[in-house]
């Protein structure tokens, strides 16, 4: 039961970064425009650098992504930096924070961790946000809490907490895991969480449950008042490795079948991580077993793209050792559709960490961590498997644009955004912008729910929008703002797209609303 070659917690990503803190700490922050083989331009623009002020007290060191707020603006975490700096508990590199940035680059930091004794409200965070209906942000953090049954040797001290945070940045735990003797309630929540169909939200554990000595992982469900319930505990299929996988570090994805689909990135029959699906009951199945060379190792995060195919990445293996691209039917038929590292000097790339973005043109985006002598690319790549770099970053002395991309998510402006763990002209990480030229649309939160559910539909210059239509039949709705209507599913409606009528034209949701019994 070894770790697994990604077996990457925030502290081994810090001493990577290590090796940076050589690079310039005072550079002009730039944007760049590229043109690469795709016929349209590419547009990178550089929004803002962290670490620009005093102690890093606005971040520094982004492990994840952003996610769209009902104001139109972007929500993210840091993972270190910040106002507070428990050098026992968060490696004197500053606990984190949460922050807001408009879509000009203007920052607002929201909250500061470790603000409680002990880091009781957490620390550290590397998850991205989820925006759940009742307009609040939801999110986990891998350490700190006031669970009392973790290990107080561990360095940082782990355990970890589920929290909610208001778009002002009133900050809530609702749980506190290892509040359970043996932490068989979970134990360092790395992933991030998705608000599924019933209103609940849904998550994963790195450590805790119930076998092998309560370290290998959980899937768990938790209402948005703080109720948990354990839902799986890994390692329940003990051969040579855990056949059934073990530690997950990502969340989960909720497909149209009303299953939820996740990865481990260890564990399997060949400890090189594994693929399943798991019912809202708790009921796990094994889809897929990673090999390493033949189909890579270490899965990331899942999402569902229109064509009902979940896709993927791998962080290592696949035909040149590098990672891969991989797409899976639900019903767990794999196809790996492309090896990084596939020239020579890898400017294609190597170690995909994030999976990817499948966007409203058919294409799926997203980032590695490498690539040739830079500090890492972003690409696109077609469900068939070509793929295309998009933007190679730290191409100028003192990486101005930034260094390791580590997230990606696309707007309703139909632009993407999108974080680097370091480089910018402070060194301390940046957040970016990705123009391929696509359209606005609108997104629907959640992506499931009953007739007579209420959600909330996303997008640009909503104002003035005079119908709402679930895959052709007429919903009441609410305009709240230029970028938030709130609405109900209506009688009748059906599984398809929803679509939004505005003065400025026709605005069609980015994937089906899935109207479910």
């Known amino acids: 039961m070894a770790n697994s070659p990604k077996h990457r917690d925030w502290i081994s990503r810090m001493y990577r970064l290590a090796a940076s803190a050589a690079l310039a700490l005072a550079v002009v922050l730039v944007s760049a425009v590229v043109t690469t083989q795709a016929a349209q331009a590419q547009t990178v623009t550089t929004l803002y650098s962290f670490c620009s002020q005093s102690g890093c007290k606005d971040g520094e060191s982004l492990s994840s992504g952003l996610v769209q707020g009902p104001d139109g603006n972007f929500y993210g975490t840091t993972t270190g930096g910040g106002a507070n700096n428990n050098a026992s508990l968060c490696q004197n590199i500053g606990c984190g924070t949460v922050f807001r940035i408009t879509p000009?680059?203007?920052?607002?930091?929201?909250?500061?961790?470790?603000?409680?004794?002990?880091?009781?409200?957490?620390?550290?965070?590397?998850?991205?946000?989820?925006?759940?209906?009742?307009?609040?942000?939801?999110?986990?953090?891998?350490?700190?809490?006031?669970?009392?049954?973790?290990?107080?040797?561990?360095?940082?001290?782990?355990?970890?907490?589920?929290?909610?945070?208001?778009?002002?940045?009133?900050?809530?735990?609702?749980?506190?895991?290892?509040?359970?003797?043996?932490?068989?309630?979970?134990?360092?929540p790395q992933g991030s969480l998705i608000q599924a169909a019933d209103g609940d939200l849904y998550g994963t554990t790195q450590y805790g449950g119930l076998y092998a000595n309560g370290n290998n992982g959980t899937v768990f469900k938790i209402t948005l008042s703080g109720t948990l319930t354990t839902l799986y505990s890994f390692c329940t299929v003990v051969h040579i490795n855990c056949d059934d996988?073990?530690?997950?570090?990502?969340?989960?994805?909720?497909?149209?079948?009303?299953?939820?689909?996740?990865?481990?990135?260890?564990g399997g029959a060949h400890n090189k991580g594994t693929l399943y699906k798991i019912t809202p009951g708790g009921k796990l199945t094994t889809l897929h077993t990673f090999h390493g060379s033949a189909d890579g190792e270490a899965p990331s995060g899942l999402a569902q793209a229109i064509d009902g195919k979940l896709y993927g990445t791998t962080y290592a293996g696949g035909a040149y050792g590098s990672g891969t691209v991989f797409s899976v039917t639900i019903g767990g038929t794999l196809t790996t559709l492309y090896s990084f590292c596939a020239q020579s000097g890898c400017p294609d790339g190597a170690n995909p960490q994030h999976g990817v973005v499948p966007a409203t043109d058919g294409n799926l985006y997203g980032t590695v961590n490498s690539a040739g002598p830079s500090g890492g690319n972003l690409f696109k790549i077609t469900p068939s498997g070509t793929l295309t770099t998009l933007y190679s970053f730290c191409q100028q002395s003192g990486c101005p644009d930034g260094n390791i991309p580590v997230g990606l998510v696309q707007t309703t402006d139909g632009n993407f955004y999108g974080t680097t763990n370091a480089g910018g002209a402070h060194d301390g990480g940046t957040v970016f912008s990705l123009s391929v030229g696509l359209d606005p649309f609108v997104e629907i939160l959640p992506a499931a729910g009953k007739v007579g559910s209420r959600v909330g539909i996303l997008g640009t210059d909503l104002t003035g929008a005079t119908s709402v239509t679930f895959n052709g039949v007429a919903a009441t709705f609410t305009v709240v703002s230029p970028s938030l209507i709130t609405t109900?599913?209506?009688?009748?409606?059906?599984?398809?797209e929803v679509q939004v009528v505005t003065p400025s034209g026709k605005l069609s949701s980015n994937a089906a609303f899935h109207v479910v019994p």
């Open 488 to 496: 109900t599913v209506p009688a009748s409606a059906t599984t398809g």
């Open 104 to 188: 000009t680059g203007e920052l607002t930091t929201l909250y500061n961790f470790c603000s409680l004794t002990n880091c009781a409200d957490g620390n550290n965070p590397i998850a991205p946000l989820v925006l759940a209906t009742d307009g609040n942000f939801y999110g986990t953090m891998p350490y700190g809490g006031a669970g009392s049954n973790c290990s107080l040797q561990d360095n940082p001290r782990r355990c970890g907490t589920i929290f909610r945070i208001t778009p002002k940045g009133k900050l809530t735990t609702i749980y506190s895991f290892c509040s359970l003797t043996n932490c068989v309630d979970g134990d360092d």
């Open 245 to 266: 996988g073990e530690r997950p570090t990502v969340g989960l994805v909720q497909a149209t079948n009303g299953d939820f689909y996740g990865t481990n990135d260890g």
